[in-house]
């Protein structure tokens, strides 16, 4: 285990940016990113999800000196002309649709011209209310959030709206003028997460259908673009998401799906179901470059 201040020395000599330039990733390295705290939030049950301000701007700009940052068209291309990748390309992803990534990350994004796919629950946009799990969070603590996951859709429809404090709330979603807005940067596309961000897997196959056709059909009449992206709610595979869903995702035309199984998406892995790497508030611009350079290599690594 190293420490981080040896690993910020290594980040600042440069060390890690040497390495990563003989080290080719055995597939995409999908980061999965929630919301953008400010630097000074103070700290809320889930706020661990929320990666700081400076944090991303850190990253944004190692990922631009150290990677290949690539779109899903990109890899949509490579694909379809049986080309490969570039040898460390990082495709970055958003869940849910929180309003700090347009105003807290698109701005990192558009200075180092990187491309990221935003997934947006479109319930709490269209209606302005917070998601459940942080409603729920901030009534009864992030624990009630865990065990809320074996509920049913019924149980979650029941539970109160609720609606964000104020316009910087930490946890206000986009409003649909700012996902149009979003949507009209240049390297972002969005893609569906649902409606109402229930687990997909503990609600009925009708409920699953119409939270993964309307979600799209929603967000493709707001932005008037076409979706074909889909991350499944909290994405544990066979735990929030099972083979009927997939197929669910499969029928309504997506051609790519994004789980939070651990590790990178590799060549063999089914294209609707892609791995990724969760961002957590823990993860400085040093101990993102370990990870791409050295620990996410390791054998049976999982973090
Ligand atoms: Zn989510």
């Not at 999908?30 to 706020?47: E, F, K, M, Q, R």
């Not at 869940?95 to 807290?104: E, P």
């Not at 590790?263 to 791995?275: H, I, T, W």
Request: with cysteine; charged share 25%.
């Amino acid at each position: 285990m190293i420490q981080g201040a040896v690993k910020r020395a290594l980040l600042g000599l440069g060390h890690y940016a040497r390495r990563l330039r003989h080290v080719e990733f055995p597939g995409v390295a999908v980061l999965c990113y929630h919301g953008i705290d400010a630097d000074d939030a103070t700290a809320a049950p889930l706020s661990m999800l929320h990666v700081r301000e400076s944090d991303f701007a850190a990253h944004c700009r190692l990922l631009r000196e150290a990677c290949d940052p690539i779109s899903l068209d990109d890899w949509r291309a490579a694909l379809a002309e049986g080309r490969p990748l570039p040898p460390r390309a990082v495709l970055i992803t958003f869940d849910d649709g929180y309003r700090s990534v347009l105003t807290r990350a698109a701005p990192s994004l558009s200075r180092y011209g990187l491309p990221a796919v935003l997934f947006v629950s479109t319930g709490p946009v269209e209606q302005q209310r917070l998601f459940w799990f942080d409603a729920l969070a901030r009534e009864k603590g992030a624990a009630a959030v865990e065990a809320a996951k074996t509920w049913t859709a019924e149980e979650w429809r029941a539970l109160e709206p609720r609606a964000p404090g104020a316009a910087d709330d930490p946890g206000a979603p986009l409003t649909i003028e700012e996902l149009k807005r979003l949507a009209s940067q240049p390297g972002i596309e969005i893609g569906a997460h649902g409606i109402s961000h229930c687990i997909l897997a503990r609600a009925p196959l009708a409920d699953q259908r119409r939270e993964i056709e309307e979600g799209k059909g929603a967000l493709e009449a707001w932005t008037g673009g076409r979706v074909r992206a889909f991350a499944y709610p909290n994405g544990r595979p066979g735990t929030d998401y099972d083979a009927a869903t997939v197929a669910l995702v499969a029928s309504a035309g997506f051609d790519h799906g994004f789980s939070t199984r651990t590790g990178f998406a590799r060549p063999n892995e089914p294209a609707l179901e892609r791995s990724r790497f969760l961002m957590l508030a823990s993860v400085s611009a040093q101990e993102l470059a370990h990870r791409l350079a050295y620990s996410w290599h390791a054998p049976g690594s999982a973090s």
